[in-house]
């Protein structure tokens, strides 16, 4: 049984270029999530997926980031003209269904924007 | 709006002693779920335990046990005979029933240092 898996694990772009992340969740898990982790804080929400549907988005996924789960299993996340802001940890998880279903983290993208 | 408060921001833990994680809460649900994660060095973000808000009995899981005061909104953390390998972040979590079902409200963490 393999877990959440991540991919790139490490991305270091430019200011202004555009970035995409990979996520491949817990094949039977319908629910997919995607945080963002920075230096010294908990991880925040971005928005997540109820198979293809994305059900919510937080106010700090900005008009930059667009987030797709086509057919319900693995899952992108865009972002456009990066900041140097962006520099973050992006978590996918996935988890099973809702509030009393525990989410499972995958390793976690590593983006560096210089 | 929900929010996870963790006042401690670094604990030390002798090898094999208890240690406590403290982690307040605060929310407007009546029906809501507690959870901790441990995050090494390493990155990933490790489920420990489960609370519900309506269960009764504290939760365990192994050496891990949740201390739940609902009239104090506070759901602390024990390890039991600490080990090396305990040494982490440890962040507390909620989801509430209402509003949003997605979303993992995480507090800012407390990091465990283990010393043998």
Redesign the interface.
Known sequence: DTGVSQDPRHKITKRGQNVTFRCDPISEHN?L?W?RQTL??????LT?FQNEAQ??K?RLLSDRFSAERPKGSFSTLEIQRTEQGDSA?Y?C?SSLG???Y???????T?LTVT | AQKITQTQPGMFVQEKEAVTLDCTYDTSDQSYGLFWYKQPSSGEMIFLIYQGSYDEQNATEGRYSLNFQKARKSANLVISASQLGDSAMYFCAMRGYGGSQGNLIFGKGTKLSVKP
């Open positions: 629910r999530y945080y010294g804080q908990g991880p925040e929400f997540y059900l919510e937080s940890m978590l998880a809702g509030t009393e525990e989410q499972y983290f995958g390793p976690g590593r």
